[in-house]
């Protein structure tokens, strides 16, 4: 795959902007179900960036930082998974992606690199940013946070185009590769496809208490019913989100109930309340 200079362009401008909305602007743009497909687009492949950018968002949906632990980034993640994706001409399925998931994790690491270079230069000028909020300095305080977005938005750039072209190189050897040795791209295939169970394990250990697991098993029941029925199973996913939604409302109603009738005096003494 050719990446022309006006390729090269845009993709920098994205990932400038994705950047810093993953720390300033917080528009969720940073995404990877949102930057999947405007990569796709940018490279000549809109459907493949869709698929890429709805593998990788289940990647990235339990990752979050812990303390001074940092998860690889989705920003980088998402867009060599699209370029390797286009570069290798993969398919839109659960193999292509995943392996295209596979390669890009390293330079998802690296992205997390250039967020924490980020805030090693930035902590320097904490200093003077203590000291303009102290003389209510708002222009000082507000170009502390515009150099920060300048950085981070730079160094972004800077490595997407890197990768963008890098990685097009690699991609077609990776392909030429591929026929030689295969058992080494079977297993970068399967260490990809495994990450968005890793990132779903990662969520519900944070999220899950013990009186969700009885809905955990409903959605499993439901979810393998409905696929065994043909005429329903291409909705099975909007048919459990619907029901989850009706059960979350109910829940709510009654909850709201329950609080906004407990310091009414409902039932009195003669109900022995």
Do not use: H, R
Not at 14 to 19: E, K, P, Y
Not at 178 to 204: E, P, Y
Not at 215 to 225: E, K, R, S
Not at 247 to 271: C, F, P, R
Request: net charge negative; with cysteine.
């Amino acid at each position: 795959m050719d990446v022309n200079i006006i390729q090269a362009l845009l993709v920098f401008i994205v990932a400038f902007i994705m950047g810093i909305d993953q720390f300033s602007f917080l528009e969720s743009l940073y995404q990877p179900i949102v930057l999947g497909p405007i990569i796709g687009a940018i490279l000549g492949n809109f459907e493949l960036g869709i698929v890429v950018g709805g593998a990788y968002q289940l990647v990235q949906i339990g990752s979050m930082p812990i303390g001074g632990a940092q998860p690889p980034n989705a920003i980088m993640g998402t867009i060599m998974t699209a370029v390797f994706a286009v570069s290798m001409n993969l398919e839109p399925t659960a193999e292509g992606v995943g392996l295209a998931v596979g390669l890009a994790i390293p330079f998802a690491v690296f992205g997390q690199y250039a967020v924490t270079l980020t805030f090693t230069i930035m902590s320097g000028l904490m200093a003077k940013a203590d000291k303009a909020a102290e003389e209510a300095d708002g222009k000082a305080i507000a170009m502390i946070n515009f150099t920060e977005m300048a950085i981070l938005g730079i160094l972004f750039g800077i490595l997407a185009v890197a990768g963008v072209y890098g990685g097009s190189k690699l991609g077609v050897t990776l392909k030429d590769l591929s026929f030689q040795f295969s058992w080494v791209m079977a297993g970068l295939d399967a260490a990809g496809g495994a990450m968005k169970f890793v990132g779903f394990a990662i969520l519900m250990k944070v999220m899950m208490s013990g009186e969700m697991w009885g809905f955990l098993f409903a959605g499993f029941v439901m979810a393998n019913i409905c696929m065994g029925i043909e005429s329903v199973s291409s909705a099975t996913l909007l048919l459990c989100a619907f029901v989850g939604l009706a059960i979350a409302l109910y829940d709510y109603q009654i909850n709201t109930k329950i609080k906004n009738s407990a310091g009414s005096n409902v039932g009195g003494v003669s109900d022995g309340i």
